[in-house]
Protein backbone atom coordinates (compact mmCIF):
# COMPACT_ATOMS: atom_id res chain seq x y z
CA UNK A 1 0.00 0.00 0.00
CA UNK A 2 1.20 3.34 -1.13
CA UNK A 3 2.24 5.96 1.80
CA UNK A 4 0.10 9.32 1.53
CA UNK A 5 3.88 11.05 1.81
CA UNK A 6 4.36 9.64 -1.32
CA UNK A 7 4.07 11.18 -4.76
CA UNK A 8 5.50 8.29 -7.83
CA UNK A 9 4.57 10.52 -10.74
CA UNK A 10 4.86 14.32 -11.49
CA UNK A 11 2.14 16.12 -11.65
CA UNK A 12 2.21 18.98 -14.02
CA UNK A 13 2.56 16.91 -17.27
CA UNK A 14 1.85 18.74 -20.82
CA UNK A 15 -1.87 17.51 -20.91
CA UNK A 16 -2.91 18.64 -17.27
CA UNK A 17 -0.98 22.10 -17.66
CA UNK A 18 -2.70 22.67 -21.04
CA UNK A 19 -6.11 21.93 -18.83
CA UNK A 20 -5.57 24.32 -16.20
CA UNK A 21 -4.43 27.14 -17.99
CA UNK A 22 -7.02 26.32 -20.28
CA UNK A 23 -9.45 26.52 -17.18
CA UNK A 24 -7.89 29.63 -15.88
CA UNK A 25 -8.86 31.48 -18.86
CA UNK A 26 -12.37 30.71 -19.65
CA UNK A 27 -12.88 31.22 -15.43
CA UNK A 28 -11.62 34.54 -15.26
CA UNK A 29 -13.83 35.51 -18.14
CA UNK A 30 -17.31 33.86 -16.72
CA UNK A 31 -16.33 35.08 -13.36
CA UNK A 32 -16.52 38.83 -15.07
CA UNK A 33 -19.85 38.46 -17.06
CA UNK A 34 -21.30 36.53 -15.07
CA UNK A 35 -21.36 38.76 -11.74
CA UNK A 36 -21.80 42.04 -14.54
CA UNK A 37 -25.30 40.17 -15.91
CA UNK A 38 -26.45 39.59 -12.12
CA UNK A 39 -25.90 43.32 -11.42
CA UNK A 40 -27.92 44.19 -14.87
CA UNK A 41 -30.81 42.09 -14.02
CA UNK A 42 -31.06 43.70 -10.61
CA UNK A 43 -30.77 47.05 -11.95
CA UNK A 44 -33.47 46.64 -14.30
CA UNK A 45 -35.85 44.46 -12.85
CA UNK A 46 -35.34 45.91 -9.14
CA UNK A 47 -37.05 42.84 -8.02
CA UNK A 48 -35.48 39.70 -5.77
CA UNK A 49 -38.32 37.59 -7.22
CA UNK A 50 -37.24 38.41 -10.98
CA UNK A 51 -33.88 37.78 -9.92
CA UNK A 52 -34.85 34.41 -8.74
CA UNK A 53 -36.51 33.55 -12.31
CA UNK A 54 -32.61 34.54 -13.88
CA UNK A 55 -31.03 32.65 -11.64
CA UNK A 56 -33.39 29.74 -11.99
CA UNK A 57 -33.26 29.80 -15.50
CA UNK A 58 -29.95 29.18 -15.92
CA UNK A 59 -30.08 26.74 -13.67
CA UNK A 60 -33.30 24.53 -15.21
CA UNK A 61 -31.36 22.86 -18.03
CA UNK A 62 -28.48 21.56 -15.48
CA UNK A 63 -31.55 19.84 -13.47
CA UNK A 64 -32.41 17.09 -16.39
CA UNK A 65 -29.27 17.27 -19.17
CA UNK A 66 -26.34 16.02 -16.81
CA UNK A 67 -28.35 12.61 -17.02
CA UNK A 68 -27.87 12.06 -20.40
CA UNK A 69 -24.57 13.62 -21.04
CA UNK A 70 -23.33 11.88 -18.46
CA UNK A 71 -24.44 8.71 -20.62
CA UNK A 72 -23.24 9.55 -23.66
CA UNK A 73 -20.11 10.76 -22.23
CA UNK A 74 -19.26 7.33 -20.81
CA UNK A 75 -19.14 5.92 -24.26
CA UNK A 76 -17.93 9.20 -26.64
CA UNK A 77 -14.85 11.72 -26.10
CA UNK A 78 -15.15 14.13 -23.10
CA UNK A 79 -11.89 16.32 -24.77
CA UNK A 80 -14.65 16.68 -27.56
CA UNK A 81 -17.15 17.67 -25.99
CA UNK A 82 -15.58 19.78 -23.80
CA UNK A 83 -13.42 22.27 -26.59
CA UNK A 84 -16.77 22.06 -29.05
CA UNK A 85 -18.80 23.65 -26.05
CA UNK A 86 -16.64 26.51 -25.76
CA UNK A 87 -16.09 26.95 -28.83
CA UNK A 88 -20.04 26.86 -29.13
CA UNK A 89 -20.33 29.26 -25.80
CA UNK A 90 -17.71 31.91 -27.44
CA UNK A 91 -19.94 32.36 -30.18
CA UNK A 92 -23.01 33.04 -28.07
CA UNK A 93 -21.18 35.34 -25.76
CA UNK A 94 -20.05 37.66 -29.31
CA UNK A 95 -23.68 37.12 -30.76
CA UNK A 96 -25.24 38.62 -27.26
CA UNK A 97 -22.40 41.24 -27.24
CA UNK A 98 -23.39 42.65 -30.59
CA UNK A 99 -26.90 42.90 -29.61
CA UNK A 100 -26.42 44.69 -25.89
CA UNK A 101 -24.40 46.81 -28.10
CA UNK A 102 -27.25 47.81 -30.11
CA UNK A 103 -28.69 49.03 -26.42
CA UNK A 104 -31.44 46.89 -27.14
CA UNK A 105 -33.26 44.34 -24.10
CA UNK A 106 -35.80 41.90 -23.62
CA UNK A 107 -36.06 40.04 -19.94
CA UNK A 108 -37.91 37.13 -21.99
CA UNK A 109 -34.68 36.85 -24.50
CA UNK A 110 -32.19 37.57 -21.91
CA UNK A 111 -33.77 34.48 -20.07
CA UNK A 112 -33.60 31.79 -22.80
CA UNK A 113 -30.07 32.88 -23.32
CA UNK A 114 -29.70 32.23 -19.91
CA UNK A 115 -31.40 28.64 -20.68
CA UNK A 116 -28.69 28.19 -23.23
CA UNK A 117 -25.81 29.16 -21.19
CA UNK A 118 -26.89 26.60 -18.24
CA UNK A 119 -27.61 23.37 -20.73
CA UNK A 120 -24.66 24.36 -22.37
CA UNK A 121 -22.88 24.34 -18.41
CA UNK A 122 -24.68 21.71 -17.24
CA UNK A 123 -23.16 19.24 -20.21
CA UNK A 124 -19.80 20.71 -19.93
CA UNK A 125 -19.36 20.08 -16.41
CA UNK A 126 -20.05 16.67 -16.58
CA UNK A 127 -17.59 16.24 -19.25
CA UNK A 128 -14.77 18.47 -17.58
CA UNK A 129 -15.51 16.58 -13.80
CA UNK A 130 -14.86 12.78 -15.71
CA UNK A 131 -12.13 13.83 -18.17
CA UNK A 132 -9.90 15.85 -15.48
CA UNK A 133 -9.28 13.08 -13.40
CA UNK A 134 -7.55 11.19 -16.30
CA UNK A 135 -5.20 13.94 -16.44
CA UNK A 136 -4.02 13.03 -13.23
CA UNK A 137 -0.78 11.31 -12.41
CA UNK A 138 -0.99 8.44 -9.80
CA UNK A 139 -0.50 9.78 -6.05
CA UNK A 140 -1.63 13.52 -7.40
CA UNK A 141 -5.20 13.65 -6.76
CA UNK A 142 -5.16 16.02 -3.87
CA UNK A 143 -2.70 18.17 -5.23
CA UNK A 144 -4.55 18.52 -8.11
CA UNK A 145 -7.97 19.11 -6.79
CA UNK A 146 -6.89 21.90 -4.60
CA UNK A 147 -5.07 23.17 -7.65
CA UNK A 148 -8.80 23.20 -9.21
CA UNK A 149 -10.37 24.72 -6.09
CA UNK A 150 -7.39 27.85 -5.75
CA UNK A 151 -8.02 28.67 -9.35
CA UNK A 152 -11.86 29.04 -9.57
CA UNK A 153 -11.25 30.94 -6.45
CA UNK A 154 -8.71 33.29 -7.66
CA UNK A 155 -10.78 33.67 -10.45
CA UNK A 156 -13.51 35.42 -8.37
CA UNK A 157 -11.04 38.25 -8.16
CA UNK A 158 -13.08 39.47 -11.56
CA UNK A 159 -15.85 40.02 -9.50
CA UNK A 160 -14.96 43.80 -8.21
CA UNK A 161 -13.41 44.14 -11.78
CA UNK A 162 -16.81 43.32 -13.16
CA UNK A 163 -18.55 45.98 -10.72
CA UNK A 164 -16.21 48.12 -12.06
CA UNK A 165 -16.20 47.90 -15.45
CA UNK A 166 -20.02 47.44 -15.60
CA UNK A 167 -21.00 50.65 -14.14
CA UNK A 168 -18.10 52.00 -16.42
CA UNK A 169 -18.78 50.23 -20.17
CA UNK A 170 -21.78 48.62 -19.85
CA UNK A 171 -22.47 44.39 -19.76
CA UNK A 172 -21.46 44.27 -23.99
CA UNK A 173 -17.77 44.18 -23.79
CA UNK A 174 -17.39 42.19 -21.00
CA UNK A 175 -19.45 39.69 -22.60
CA UNK A 176 -17.43 40.39 -25.91
CA UNK A 177 -14.20 39.74 -23.95
CA UNK A 178 -15.67 36.52 -22.30
CA UNK A 179 -16.48 35.09 -25.61
CA UNK A 180 -12.39 35.61 -26.70
CA UNK A 181 -11.93 34.06 -23.38
CA UNK A 182 -13.93 31.04 -24.38
CA UNK A 183 -12.23 30.87 -27.58
CA UNK A 184 -8.74 31.09 -26.50
CA UNK A 185 -9.68 28.22 -23.66
CA UNK A 186 -11.00 25.96 -26.91
CA UNK A 187 -8.48 26.20 -29.07
CA UNK A 188 -5.61 25.09 -26.18
CA UNK A 189 -8.21 22.02 -25.65
CA UNK A 190 -8.24 20.93 -28.96
CA UNK A 191 -3.61 20.40 -28.06
CA UNK A 192 -4.73 17.84 -25.79
CA UNK A 193 -3.30 14.14 -26.39
CA UNK A 194 -4.52 11.89 -23.41
CA UNK A 195 -5.76 8.59 -24.49
CA UNK A 196 -9.50 8.21 -23.78
CA UNK A 197 -8.99 4.23 -23.13
CA UNK A 198 -12.81 3.98 -21.84
CA UNK A 199 -14.29 4.45 -24.95
CA UNK A 200 -12.81 1.59 -26.65
CA UNK A 201 -13.68 -0.35 -23.23
CA UNK A 202 -17.28 0.63 -23.76
CA UNK A 203 -17.37 -0.03 -27.68
CA UNK A 204 -16.36 -3.63 -27.09
CA UNK A 205 -18.91 -4.52 -24.10
CA UNK A 206 -21.88 -3.05 -25.65
CA UNK A 207 -24.01 -5.24 -27.74
CA UNK A 208 -24.66 -4.41 -31.19
CA UNK A 209 -28.50 -5.05 -31.23
CA UNK A 210 -29.23 -2.14 -29.09
CA UNK A 211 -30.11 0.50 -30.89
CA UNK A 212 -28.49 3.89 -30.02
CA UNK A 213 -31.45 5.35 -27.82
CA UNK A 214 -32.36 2.90 -25.63
CA UNK A 215 -28.39 1.95 -24.91
CA UNK A 216 -28.11 5.90 -23.28
CA UNK A 217 -31.57 4.94 -21.67
CA UNK A 218 -29.74 1.65 -20.15
CA UNK A 219 -27.04 3.83 -19.36
CA UNK A 220 -28.83 6.06 -17.54
CA UNK A 221 -30.78 3.56 -15.55
CA UNK A 222 -27.33 2.01 -14.63
CA UNK A 223 -26.06 5.03 -13.77
CA UNK A 224 -28.17 5.56 -11.01
CA UNK A 225 -28.20 1.83 -9.79
CA UNK A 226 -24.42 2.17 -9.51
CA UNK A 227 -24.95 5.26 -7.20
CA UNK A 228 -28.00 3.43 -5.81
CA UNK A 229 -25.02 0.28 -5.20
CA UNK A 230 -22.66 2.34 -3.28
CA UNK A 231 -23.84 3.24 0.06
CA UNK A 232 -21.17 5.35 0.58
CA UNK A 233 -21.21 7.56 -2.49
CA UNK A 234 -25.13 7.70 -2.02
CA UNK A 235 -24.77 9.42 1.52
CA UNK A 236 -22.67 11.97 -0.16
CA UNK A 237 -24.75 13.07 -3.32
CA UNK A 238 -27.96 13.00 -0.80
CA UNK A 239 -26.16 15.38 1.49
CA UNK A 240 -24.49 17.27 -1.17
CA UNK A 241 -27.97 17.33 -2.47
CA UNK A 242 -29.57 19.05 0.68
CA UNK A 243 -26.11 21.44 0.37
CA UNK A 244 -27.01 22.69 -3.01
CA UNK A 245 -30.88 23.48 -1.74
CA UNK A 246 -29.32 25.80 1.41
CA UNK A 247 -26.67 27.22 -1.36
CA UNK A 248 -29.51 28.14 -3.93
CA UNK A 249 -31.00 30.19 -1.23
CA UNK A 250 -27.94 31.61 -0.23
CA UNK A 251 -27.55 32.56 -3.92
CA UNK A 252 -30.61 34.49 -4.36
CA UNK A 253 -30.52 36.42 -0.96
CA UNK A 254 -27.55 37.46 -0.63
CA UNK A 255 -26.74 39.98 -2.61
CA UNK A 256 -30.11 41.61 -2.52
CA UNK A 257 -29.81 41.74 0.93
CA UNK A 258 -26.51 43.50 0.76
CA UNK A 259 -27.52 46.39 -1.81
CA UNK A 260 -30.86 46.91 0.40
CA UNK A 261 -28.81 47.02 4.06
CA UNK A 262 -25.71 49.22 2.61
CA UNK A 263 -25.03 52.02 0.37
CA UNK A 264 -23.07 50.58 -2.64
CA UNK A 265 -24.20 46.97 -0.90
CA UNK A 266 -22.61 45.42 -4.30
CA UNK A 267 -19.33 46.81 -2.83
CA UNK A 268 -19.99 45.40 0.63
CA UNK A 269 -20.84 42.13 -0.59
CA UNK A 270 -17.69 41.62 -2.40
CA UNK A 271 -15.42 43.16 0.47
CA UNK A 272 -17.61 40.30 2.74
CA UNK A 273 -17.05 37.79 0.17
CA UNK A 274 -13.60 38.87 -0.77
CA UNK A 275 -12.64 37.12 2.47
CA UNK A 276 -13.93 33.54 1.82
CA UNK A 277 -12.56 33.96 -1.06
CA UNK A 278 -8.64 34.34 0.43
CA UNK A 279 -9.84 31.80 2.77
CA UNK A 280 -10.35 29.54 0.21
CA UNK A 281 -6.69 30.93 -1.44
CA UNK A 282 -4.92 29.79 1.50
CA UNK A 283 -6.66 26.70 1.71
CA UNK A 284 -5.93 25.40 -1.37
CA UNK A 285 -2.20 26.20 -0.93
CA UNK A 286 -2.58 24.42 2.26
CA UNK A 287 -3.46 21.34 0.79
CA UNK A 288 -1.41 21.87 -2.29
CA UNK A 289 1.69 21.37 -0.14
CA UNK A 290 0.47 19.22 2.65
CA UNK A 291 -1.16 15.96 2.23
CA UNK A 292 -4.15 15.27 5.10
CA UNK A 293 -3.87 12.18 6.24
CA UNK A 294 -6.07 9.22 5.11
CA UNK A 295 -7.52 8.18 8.07
CA UNK A 296 -8.30 11.69 9.09
CA UNK A 297 -10.17 12.62 6.03
CA UNK A 298 -13.95 11.73 7.14
CA UNK A 299 -13.55 13.02 9.96
CA UNK A 300 -12.27 16.41 8.90
CA UNK A 301 -15.16 16.94 6.14
CA UNK A 302 -17.61 16.18 8.50
CA UNK A 303 -16.41 19.06 11.01
CA UNK A 304 -16.08 21.58 7.83
CA UNK A 305 -19.58 20.78 6.37
CA UNK A 306 -21.33 21.69 9.94
CA UNK A 307 -18.71 24.59 10.71
CA UNK A 308 -19.44 25.96 7.47
CA UNK A 309 -23.56 25.42 8.04
CA UNK A 310 -23.14 26.97 11.17
CA UNK A 311 -21.33 30.37 10.24
CA UNK A 312 -22.88 30.72 7.02
CA UNK A 313 -26.51 30.90 9.05
CA UNK A 314 -25.61 33.32 11.71
CA UNK A 315 -22.85 35.79 9.40
CA UNK A 316 -25.65 38.81 8.26
CA UNK A 317 -26.17 39.02 11.79
CA UNK A 318 -22.95 39.86 13.13
CA UNK A 319 -20.85 43.19 12.22
CA UNK A 320 -19.26 43.92 9.02
CA UNK A 321 -15.58 42.56 10.74
CA UNK A 322 -16.95 39.56 12.37
CA UNK A 323 -19.15 38.69 8.65
CA UNK A 324 -15.21 38.92 6.93
CA UNK A 325 -13.55 36.97 9.53
CA UNK A 326 -16.90 33.77 9.56
CA UNK A 327 -17.00 34.12 5.69
CA UNK A 328 -12.96 34.13 5.55
CA UNK A 329 -13.07 30.47 7.57
CA UNK A 330 -16.28 29.59 4.74
CA UNK A 331 -13.71 29.72 2.42
CA UNK A 332 -10.80 28.10 3.82
CA UNK A 333 -13.81 25.18 4.94
CA UNK A 334 -14.97 25.06 1.98
CA UNK A 335 -11.87 24.23 -0.37
CA UNK A 336 -11.18 21.23 2.32
CA UNK A 337 -14.62 20.11 1.21
CA UNK A 338 -14.35 20.21 -2.16
CA UNK A 339 -10.67 18.73 -2.53
CA UNK A 340 -11.60 15.98 -0.01
CA UNK A 341 -14.87 15.00 -1.60
CA UNK A 342 -13.98 15.54 -4.91
CA UNK A 343 -10.47 14.08 -5.02
CA UNK A 344 -12.04 11.08 -2.93
CA UNK A 345 -14.78 10.32 -5.34
CA UNK A 346 -13.30 10.57 -8.39
CA UNK A 347 -10.16 8.42 -8.01
CA UNK A 348 -12.82 5.92 -6.05
CA UNK A 349 -15.04 5.66 -9.40
CA UNK A 350 -13.88 3.61 -12.58
CA UNK A 351 -12.98 5.91 -15.58
CA UNK A 352 -15.86 4.09 -17.35
CA UNK A 353 -18.33 5.05 -14.79
CA UNK A 354 -17.47 8.63 -13.90
CA UNK A 355 -19.64 10.59 -16.72
CA UNK A 356 -22.78 8.65 -15.09
CA UNK A 357 -22.21 9.13 -11.54
CA UNK A 358 -21.28 13.05 -12.06
CA UNK A 359 -24.27 12.86 -14.39
CA UNK A 360 -26.57 11.53 -11.59
CA UNK A 361 -24.79 13.63 -8.49
CA UNK A 362 -24.72 17.19 -10.51
CA UNK A 363 -28.75 16.16 -11.17
CA UNK A 364 -29.41 15.32 -7.72
CA UNK A 365 -27.27 18.71 -6.56
CA UNK A 366 -28.64 20.52 -9.14
CA UNK A 367 -32.36 19.79 -8.07
CA UNK A 368 -31.73 20.84 -4.74
CA UNK A 369 -30.14 24.27 -6.09
CA UNK A 370 -32.96 25.01 -8.27
CA UNK A 371 -35.94 24.19 -5.56
CA UNK A 372 -33.76 26.74 -3.10
CA UNK A 373 -33.92 29.28 -5.87
CA UNK A 374 -37.26 28.96 -6.21
CA UNK A 375 -38.37 28.45 -2.95
CA UNK A 376 -36.02 31.61 -1.57
CA UNK A 377 -37.56 34.25 -4.08
CA UNK A 378 -41.00 32.85 -2.77
CA UNK A 379 -40.82 33.01 0.80
CA UNK A 380 -38.72 36.30 0.76
CA UNK A 381 -42.27 37.64 0.25
CA UNK A 382 -42.88 36.57 3.76
CA UNK A 383 -39.69 36.30 5.79
CA UNK A 384 -37.07 38.07 6.24
CA UNK A 385 -33.63 36.83 4.23
CA UNK A 386 -31.54 36.65 6.98
CA UNK A 387 -34.22 34.59 9.04
CA UNK A 388 -34.58 32.33 6.36
CA UNK A 389 -30.97 31.96 5.57
CA UNK A 390 -30.47 30.60 9.07
CA UNK A 391 -33.27 28.41 9.21
CA UNK A 392 -31.83 26.47 6.22
CA UNK A 393 -28.09 26.31 7.11
CA UNK A 394 -28.94 25.17 10.56
CA UNK A 395 -30.91 22.29 8.03
CA UNK A 396 -28.02 21.58 6.07
CA UNK A 397 -25.76 21.26 9.51
CA UNK A 398 -28.29 18.79 10.35
CA UNK A 399 -28.36 17.03 6.93
CA UNK A 400 -24.55 16.33 7.23
CA UNK A 401 -24.75 14.92 10.68
CA UNK A 402 -27.70 12.67 9.45
CA UNK A 403 -26.14 11.51 5.94
CA UNK A 404 -22.68 11.70 6.17
CA UNK A 405 -22.21 11.04 10.37
CA UNK A 406 -25.36 8.02 10.04
CA UNK A 407 -23.22 6.83 7.14
CA UNK A 408 -20.09 6.50 8.32
CA UNK A 409 -19.64 3.49 7.93
CA UNK A 410 -19.98 3.72 4.33
CA UNK A 411 -18.31 7.62 3.06
CA UNK A 412 -15.54 7.01 5.24
CA UNK A 413 -14.36 3.64 3.56
CA UNK A 414 -14.39 6.43 0.43
CA UNK A 415 -12.64 9.61 2.08
CA UNK A 416 -10.20 7.84 4.42
CA UNK A 417 -8.76 5.79 1.01
CA UNK A 418 -5.78 6.38 -0.20
CA UNK A 419 -5.61 7.47 -3.75
Same mark, same amino acid.
Given at each position: ???? @??????????????? /?????????? &???????????? #????????????????????????????????????? +? +????????????????????? !???????????????? #??????????????????????? &???? !???????????????????????? +????????????????? !?????? $??????????????????????????????????????????????????????????????LVLPWFKS?????????? #??????????AVGGMIHY $?? @??????????????????????????? /???????????????????????????????????? @?????????????SGALLGEL?????????????????????????????????? @???????????
Amino acid at each position: MKSD @KIITSPLWTRDFTII /TIGSVVSMFG &NAMSGFAMSLMV #LDISQSTFLYAIYVAMYTVPQLFLPIFSGAVLDRFSR +K +KMIYTLDFVSAVLYFVMAAVL !ATEWFSFPLFAVYCLL #LGSIQSTYMVAYESFYPLLITEG &NFQR !AYSIAGVLETVSAVMVPVSAFLYR +KIGLSPLLAVNGFCFLT !AAIMET $RIRTEEEYVQKQKETASSDVRYARQVLQDIRDGFLYLASEKGLLAIAVYFAFSSLCGGVSNVLVLPWFKSAFPDGEYMYM #LVWGMALVGRAVGGMIHY $RI @KIPAKYRYATALAVYIIISVNEGIYLF /TPVPVMMVLCFTIGIGGITSYTIRVSATQSYVPDER @KGRFNGAFNMLSTSGALLGELAAGTLTLFVSERVLLLFVMLLCALAAAVFIGGGK @KHVALIYNRTE
